[in-house]
C-alpha cells in the first residue's frame, strides 16, 4: 500500500495565501486531486490532474506539482474557504485509490 | 445534470446484514466507475473500493477486501454496497462518487449514515 501525507492543519488570516501540501512516493507518476469538505457536507472537487480546476471553482484555487510533493494554493484566502481539504491520487495502475490525512484549513 | 442519490441513514445492531444504495443519473451509468469512501465519526476519508457497472469489474482497497461487498446493477443505474455482518466499528458516513476518466472522483453522493449500536 502507499500513503500520501497532509499537514493535519494550517491557519491564515483572511485575504492571505494558504498553502496546503501533499506527498507521496507515487506523485512524481500519478496525478493528484484535491477535494474541499465542509462541516455536513459532501467532499467537492476543487482541483484535478495536478493543476486544473473544474469549472465553478474560484480563479483563487490552484495547484502545483514538484517531485514528491503537490500544493494546493488558495490566494486572497475568505472565510468561506475554511474546510478539511483532501488530497487524492492512485497507485500506478490508476487501479487502486488513496486519500491523504486531511488538513484543516481555518481562516483566523 | 449528474446525480448521485444516496439511500438514507440506517440504524443496525452488530451482526445484522445492510444494503445500501447509490442511485446516479444524467450521464451513461456503465460508462464510469463508482467509488465508495468511509468517513469515520471525525475522522478523514477512506477509498473503500468500486466498480465498473458496464462489467461489473470491481476493487477493493486492501482495508476493505472481504469486509464488504460492492455491486451494481445497470437496469436501475444503482449501485450498492453491502455489509453481512456489522460490526459497531462500520459506524460511519458513506458516500458513493463518481470516477471521472482521468481519476478523479467529479460527482458525489449526498452520504448515507450507518449507525451500529446495540
Known amino acids: 500500500s502507499y500513503e500520501l501525507t497532509q499537514p493535519p492543519s494550517v491557519s491564515v488570516s483572511p485575504g492571505q495565501t494558504a498553502r496546503i501540501s501533499c506527498s507521496g512516493d507515487?506523485?512524481?507518476?500519478?496525478?493528484a486531486y484535491w477535494y474541499q469538505q465542509k462541516p455536513g457536507q459532501a467532499p467537492v472537487l476543487v482541483i484535478y490532474k495536478d493543476t486544473e480546476r473544474p469549472s465553478g471553482i474560484p480563479e483563487r484555487f490552484s495547484g502545483s506539482s514538484s517531485g514528491t510533493t503537490v500544493t494546493l494554493t488558495i490566494n486572497g484566502v475568505q472565510a468561506e474557504d475554511e474546510a478539511d481539504y483532501y488530497c487524492q491520487s492512485t497507485d500506478n495502475s490508476g487501479a487502486y485509490h488513496v486519500f491523504g490525512g486531511g488538513t484543516k484549513l481555518t481562516v483566523l | 445534470e449528474v446525480q448521485l442519490v444516496q439511500s438514507g441513514a440506517e440504524v443496525k445492531k452488530p451482526g445484522e446484514s445492510l444494503k445500501i444504495s447509490c442511485k446516479s443519473s444524467g450521464y451513461s451509468f456503465p460508462s464510469h466507475w463508482i467509488g465508495w469512501v468511509r468517513q469515520l465519526p471525525g475522522k478523514g476519508l477512506e477509498w473503500m473500493g468500486k466498480?465498473?457497472?458496464?462489467?461489473?469489474?470491481?476493487r477493493y482497497s486492501p482495508s476493505f477486501q472481504g469486509q464488504v461487498t460492492i455491486s451494481a446493477d445497470k437496469s436501475i443505474s444503482t449501485a450498492y454496497l453491502q455489509w453481512s455482518s456489522l460490526k459497531t466499528s462500520d459506524t460511519a458516513m458513506y458516500y458513493c462518487?463518481?470516477?471521472?476518466?482521468?481519476?478523479?472522483?467529479?460527482?458525489w453522493g449526498q452520504g448515507t449514515l450507518v449507525t451500529v449500536s446495540s
Open positions: 466498480i465498473y457497472p458496464g462489467n461489473s469489474d470491481t
Open positions: 462518487a463518481r470516477q471521472h476518466a482521468d481519476y478523479s472522483f467529479d460527482y
Open positions: 507515487t506523485l512524481p507518476k500519478q496525478y
